[in-house]
């Protein structure tokens, strides 16, 4: 079982800027796919950036030039930053980690991007 611990979300105003952290309860982190999703009040969760052990980040057209996931498999910890950001941003962010077919979610944490 893998914990995940996401924290970073809050209020912010149209295009500014946070960081979203979620650290991560395995030895074996550098082995897993780790995702940002986000659900937004009445649609479905979907999948904004992901970053697997090899490398090779993909985004959602939607945040594509203003978002960037990072990991730090020291840490054990998966970032994303957030910039310029829309009202249409505002959802509750989650966490993911996968491997093979284990998925693991973190708890989700609220950006909120308003006036």
């Known amino acids: 079982q893998v914990q995940l611990v996401e924290s970073g979300g809050g209020l912010v105003q149209p295009g500014g800027s946070l960081r979203l952290s979620c650290a991560a309860s395995?030895?074996?982190?550098?082995?897993?796919?780790m995702g940002w999703y986000r659900q937004a009040p009445g649609k479905q969760r979907e999948l904004i950036a992901a970053i697997p052990p090899g490398g090779n980040i993909n985004y959602a057209n939607s945040v594509k030039g203003r978002f960037t996931i990072s990991k730090d498999n020291a840490k054990n910890t998966v970032y994303l930053q957030m910039n310029s950001l829309k009202p249409e941003d505002t959802a509750v962010y989650y966490c993911?980690?996968?491997?093979?077919?284990?998925?693991?979610w973190g708890q989700g944490t609220q950006v909120t991007v308003s006036s």
């Open positions: 395995t030895i074996w982190f550098s082995s897993y796919t």
């Open positions: 993911n980690a996968r491997l093979g077919t284990k998925h693991y």
